[in-house]
C-alpha cells in the first residue's frame, strides 16, 4: 500500500504535473474557512482564541512577528561570560559577516520562534511542527516522551511540550553550538536549555516567552518575550537562502572603519535631530525611530529596542552599528523627517514627536 | 567553501553511502496505537489507518521501498538516479531535454542544485534516501525531510495552483476513490534549477 501510494502519487506527479487548469495568484488571499469575522467580513483578530479537539488552545496558523525580541534589552553587564562577550563583540566588529543564518544560509536554531519570519504552525495533539518561510522546520513532540539523554546536536534542538492552563510550554535541548542567538552576535554552546511558552491571548494574538539556560556562556537564566500576530487568508512564502546568494564576496571591512570616517557635529545641531520618527516599512510593518542627543554623541533606538550610539558622517548624516544610514531631512527650518538607508530598506519616516 | 563542503556530502552520500547517527535520539522511541503482529512487531499488513473524517491516514515516517539494497543504511528508490526506471520505455524525453540529461551525466552531476544546498524540489523529495515524516490535518498534509530540515506543503483540491514558480512546487491534492493524486505546479523545472533524479547510475 505504502509503496502504490508512492508509485501512484510519483507517476501522477510526473505526468500531471505541467498540466493546465491552474489560476489566479499565490494563496495569500485565499478565504480561511471557519475564521470568526467583523460585520465588514474581515477577520476578527479580537475573538476569542480557537480550541483543538482535545479542548486544548489551537495554535494554527500563519503567524508574522508583531513585537520582536531584543537580547540587548534583556542582558546586563556581568550576565555575559567573558569569552562570550569577546567573542559578541568580535561578531559585531566584523559587521556579521559571519552571521550563520541571514550570511551563510543556514537554519536560525534556538531563536526561531522569537525571530523577525514568518512561521506557520501545525497542530496534531501528539505533534507540533512549525514552518518557516525558508523551508526549515521544527518538530514539538507532545506525547509524553522525555528529551533524549545524550542526543547528536542539532540546529533544531530536540523539543517536548506540555500544555499548562491554556499555555504550551516547551523544553528543547541538544542544539549544536554553530547558530547565533540574534544578530548581535550572542553565542550559545552545546548546554543550551530552553524552556518556550505560547499563548494564545486570543484569535489573532500570540505571546511567547523564552527563557534561555546556558550556563557555560551567561551567568543567569533570562528571558525574552515577543509577541506574534495571525496572518489569516494568507501562507508561506518559499525563502530560499541559497538561491542567488551573492552577498558573502561583499561583505568586508570592519564597524571601526566608520570611525575613520566620523566627523564633528556641533551639540547644539545634535539636539534639534531628538524625537520619535516613525512609518511604515514597504509591505506595511511598522517601523520607528527615537534619538537621543546625548553631549557631542547622538544616540537612537529602534522598535524599542536598546539604545545604540550613532556614528556621524555628515552634519545630518550618520551611520547605525549595524549598517543602515540615517540621514535628518530639513523642511521650512525644522527638521521633518528620518530617511533610512539600508538593505532592503529605503524609507521616509516622518516626525511624529519632537523631545519632550 | 560552502560548495565544496557539499560536493564532499554528495559525493559522500552516492560512493560511500550515508553514515548512521548516533542512538541516542528518539529512534526507537514505540509509536502508540500502531497495530502489531502477534511477536510484538508492528504490522506493516494491516488495514490504513483512517482519520476522524474517515480519509486514509498518511502520517508517520516513510522510507524509500529496498530495491537495490540501498545506500548503507538507507534504501534508495530507483528513480532517485532514473526517474524513468519504471518506465518500461524510459522517459519520453524531448531532445533538447535528452541532450541536457546526457550533458548532466557527462559532468558528474556536479552542477545538481542539492550540491549548492538548494531544496530538490517536490519530485526528488519522493525518491531521496532521507527518510521522510508525514504529518496529516484537516486541509493540509505536511512532508517534513530529512534532507536540510525542509518540508513541502500539500493542500486540499478546494483551493487553485497558483502561478508563482517555486524549487517545491506549490501542491493540492484531489482524491479519487482510495487514491490521492497530487498535482503540484508550477515548478521550478529543467533547465531553470529543479532536476527531478541525481543523473547518476
Known amino acids: ?356 | 567553501m560552502r560548495n565544496v563542503l557539499h560536493r564532499g556530502c554528495l559525493r559522500a552520500t552516492y560512493f560511500l553511502g550515508l553514515i548512521g547517527c548516533a542512538s541516542a535520539q528518539w529512534l526507537n522511541y514505540p509509536t502508540p496505537g500502531v497495530p502489531k503482529t502477534p511477536s510484538g512487531l508492528v504490522n506493516l499488513g494491516a488495514p490504513t489507518l483512517r482519520t476522524a473524517d474517515g480519509k486514509p491516514d498518511f502520517s508517520g515516517m516513510w522510507e524509500a521501498e529496498n530495491i537495490n539494497g540501498g545506500q548503507n543504511d538507507l534504501p534508495v528508490a530507483p528513480q532517485f538516479g532514473n526517474i524513468g526506471a519504471r518506465i518500461e520505455s524510459g522517459v519520453p524525453y524531448q531532445p533538447w531535454a535528452a541532450e541536457l540529461r546526457d550533458a548532466r551525466f557527462a559532468e558528474h552531476s556536479k552542477d545538481d542544485p542539492s550540491t549548492y544546498c538548494l531544496p530538490h524540489g517536490v519530485v526528488r523529495t519522493w525518491t531521496y534516501a532521507t527518510l521522510k515524516k508525514i504529518v496529516q490535518v484537516p486541509g493540509l498534509i505536511v512532508l517534513l525531510d530529512e534532507h536540510n530540515a525542509s518540508y513541502g506543503k500539500y493542500s486540499p483540491m478546494t483551493v487553485h495552483c497558483p502561478k508563482t514558480r517555486t524549487q517545491h512546487g506549490t501542491a493540492i491534492r484531489r482524491r479519487r476513490g482510495r487514491a490521492t493524486l497530487l498535482l503540484s505546479k508550477p515548478l521550478a523545472f529543467g533547465m531553470d534549477s529543479g532536476w527531478i533524479n541525481a543523473a547518476v547510475q
Not at chain 1, 522525555?146 to 541538544?174: A, C, K, Q, R
Not at chain 1, 566608520?258 to 511598522?286: D, F, I, Q
Request: hydrophobic content about 35%; glycine content about 8%; aromatic content about 8%.
Open chain 1, 1 to 356: 500500500m505504502t509503496m502504490g501510494f508512492k508509485r501512484g502519487s510519483l507517476i501522477v506527479l510526473c505526468g500531471l504535473a505541467l498540466i493546465a487548469g491552474c489560476a489566479s495568484g499565490q494563496w495569500l488571499n485565499y478565504p480561511t474557512p471557519g475564521i470568526p469575522r467583523l460585520p465588514d467580513g474581515k477577520p476578527n483578530l479580537a475573538a476569542p482564541a480557537p480550541k483543538a479537539a482535545d479542548g486544548q488552545p489551537d495554535l494554527s496558523g500563519v503567524w508574522t512577528i508583531n513585537t520582536a525580541a531584543n537580547l540587548a534589552n534583556v542582558l546586563k553587564p556581568g550576565d555575559v561570560q567573558p569569552w562570550a562577550e569577546a567573542l559578541t563583540k568580535q561578531r559585531q566588529e566584523n559587521l556579521g559577516k559571519d552571521n550563520p543564518s541571514s550570511v551563510h544560509c543556514l537554519p536560525f536554531g534556538p531563536s526561531l520562534a522569537s525571530a523577525t519570519n514568518f512561521l506557520k504552525i501545525v497542530q496534531t495533539q501528539r505533534l507540533i511542527v512549525i514552518l518557516s518561510e525558508d523551508l526549515t522546520y521544527r518538530q514539538i513532540f507532545l506525547d509524553g516522551r522525555g528529551l533524549p539523554i545524550d542526543p547528536n546536536p542539532s540546529f533544531m534542538g530536540y523539543s517536548v511540550g506540555h500544555w499548562e492552563e491554556g499555555t504550551l510550554v516547551v523544553t528543547t535541548t541538544g542544539y549544536n553550538e554553530r547558530t547565533w542567538l540574534d544578530n548581535a552576535g550572542h553565542p550559545h554552546t552545546e548546554s543550551l536549555r530552553t524552556i518556550e511558552r505560547f499563548h494564545r491571548n486570543d484569535f489573532g494574538h500570540l505571546e511567547i516567552t523564552e527563557t534561555f539556560d546556558d550556563p557555560k556562556t551567561y551567568t543567569r537564566p533570562w528571558t525574552i518575550k515577543a509577541t506574534r500576530e495571525l496572518m489569516p487568508e494568507s501562507d508561506l512564502l518559499e525563502y530560499v537562502c541559497n538561491e542567488n546568494n551573492k552577498d558573502i564576496p561583499h561583505l568586508v571591512g570592519k564597524a571601526s572603519d566608520a570611525n575613520g570616517a566620523a566627523v564633528e557635529v556641533a551639540p547644539e545641531t545634535l539636539a534639534t535631530y531628538a524625537g520619535v520618527y516613525a512609518g511604515t516599512r514597504p509591505g506595511g510593518r511598522p517601523i520607528r525611530f527615537e534619538i537621543f542627543p546625548s553631549g557631542r554623541e547622538l544616540w537612537f533606538s529602534r522598535d524599542g529596542a536598546a539604545r545604540q550610539r550613532l556614528t556621524p558622517i555628515a552634519n545630518t548624516k550618520f551611520l547605525t552599528p549595524a549598517g543602515p544610514q540615517l540621514e535628518f531631512l530639513e523642511e521650512s527650518g525644522k527638521i521633518a523627517a528620518l530617511q533610512v538607508y539600508g538593505v532592503g530598506l529605503d524609507v521616509r519616516l516622518p516626525r511624529v514627536r519632537e523631545a519632550k
